[in-house]
């Protein structure tokens, strides 16, 4: 089966998706490119450190700057197959030989025309930082899947990881749905849970449930391939919808005793 992922270029909470899935599963799909768009899209840079500030802190965020920092410098060396890690995604693919590319926007007619050339069988995102129009949506054969770590259609929206602490839930979900035009509301193919661990701050917990979510992926893709998914209509009647957090909201998740990083 031949499948395209589009996601954002972040090499901190994203790319440990990657990194397990391109490592367990690269031979058991053929993952035909992937597109890795802006970090949260068309936020602007300055609106986004100052939001990551206040919720990491000045410490925080200065170790999240380092992290970055060096997954420029780092991702440019060669790495062989195998590594126990990568700090890029870009070289992540290029040890494994995906083609991946640092694009714009997914809805644009240009990407859409080489998405169409192609021609994947399945459409995934992981952490895509658009929505997705109809006309990208309906052209992969088998659809268009996103994971979302969130107990569906509970926690709908940005930041579900920070959400679910938040509200005090002992365990983070993890939703795999088909994509339709409203975000987070096809219906869901495999839901799963995994538990907080002890005093767990967001920053662990958001890296080792990306983990997580590589190979619940892997398992809705056999299913799909074998044409063994079911789907799971969800109850949006009972939903809830999140956006990132205000500056009151961050203060009262550090009171109640929970830690950024």
Same mark, same amino acid.
């Given at each position: 089966?031949?499948?395209?992922?589009?996601?954002?270029?972040?090499?901190?909470?994203?790319?440990? $998706?990657?990194?397990? $899935?391109?490592?367990? #599963?690269?031979?058991?799909?053929?993952?035909?490119?992937?597109?890795?768009?802006?970090?949260?899209?068309? +936020?602007?840079? &300055?609106?986004?450190?100052?939001?990551?500030?206040?919720?990491?802190?000045?410490?925080?965020?200065?170790?999240?700057?380092?992290?970055?920092?060096?997954?420029?410098?780092?991702?440019? @060396?060669?790495?062989? +197959?195998?590594?126990?890690?990568?700090?890029?995604?870009?070289?992540?693919?290029?040890?494994?030989?995906?083609?991946?590319?640092?694009?714009?926007?997914?809805?644009?007619?240009? $990407?859409?025309?080489?998405?169409?050339?192609?021609?994947?069988?399945?459409?995934?995102?992981?952490?895509?930082?658009?929505?997705?129009?109809?006309?990208?949506?309906?052209?992969?054969? @088998?659809?268009?899947?996103?994971?979302?770590?969130?107990? =569906?259609?509970?926690?709908?929206?940005?930041?579900?990881?920070?959400?679910?602490? #938040?509200?005090?839930?002992? &365990?983070?979900?993890?939703?795999?749905?088909?994509?339709?035009?409203?975000?987070?509301?096809?219906?869901? =193919?495999?839901?799963?849970?995994? =538990?907080?661990?002890?005093?767990? &701050?967001?920053?662990?917990?958001?890296?080792?449930?990306?983990?997580?979510?590589?190979?619940?992926?892997?398992?809705?893709?056999?299913?799909?391939?074998?044409?063994?998914?079911?789907?799971?209509?969800?109850?949006?009647?009972?939903?809830?919808?999140?956006?990132?957090?205000?500056?009151?909201?961050?203060?009262?998740?550090?009171?109640?005793? $929970?830690?950024?990083?």
């Amino acid at each position: 089966m031949k499948i395209e992922f589009l996601t954002q270029d972040d090499p901190l909470y994203v790319l440990p $998706f990657f990194e397990e $899935f391109v490592r367990h #599963y690269s031979d058991e799909f053929e993952i035909l490119q992937v597109s890795a768009f802006p970090t949260m899209g068309k +936020r602007s840079r &300055s609106q986004l450190l100052n939001e990551l500030r206040h919720l990491y802190g000045a410490q925080g965020l200065a170790r999240l700057l380092a992290g970055v920092g060096a997954s420029r410098c780092l991702g440019l @060396l060669p790495r062989m +197959r195998g590594a126990g890690r990568y700090y890029s995604l870009a070289q992540l693919s290029r040890t494994y030989g995906i083609s991946c590319q640092k694009l714009g926007n997914p809805n644009e007619k240009e $990407f859409i025309e080489g998405f169409r050339r192609r021609a994947p069988d399945l459409l995934i995102s992981v952490a895509c930082p658009f929505i997705l129009k109809k006309e990208l949506l309906g052209i992969a054969p @088998l659809g268009a899947v996103n994971i979302h770590h969130a107990p =569906l259609p509970r926690y709908k929206g940005m930041m579900p990881t920070f959400w679910q602490m #938040y509200h005090g839930e002992k &365990s983070v979900g993890v939703t795999i749905h088909y994509m339709v035009a409203n975000v987070d509301e096809g219906d869901a =193919l495999y839901q799963d849970a995994l =538990l907080i661990e002890p005093r767990e &701050s967001l920053d662990h917990l958001i890296r080792r449930s990306k983990r997580h979510g590589a190979h619940c992926m892997a398992r809705v893709l056999r299913q799909i391939q074998h044409n063994s998914a079911t789907r799971i209509p969800l109850d949006h009647s009972k939903g809830s919808y999140f956006t990132f957090p205000t500056f009151e909201e961050i203060r009262e998740f550090r009171l109640r005793g $929970f830690r950024a990083i």
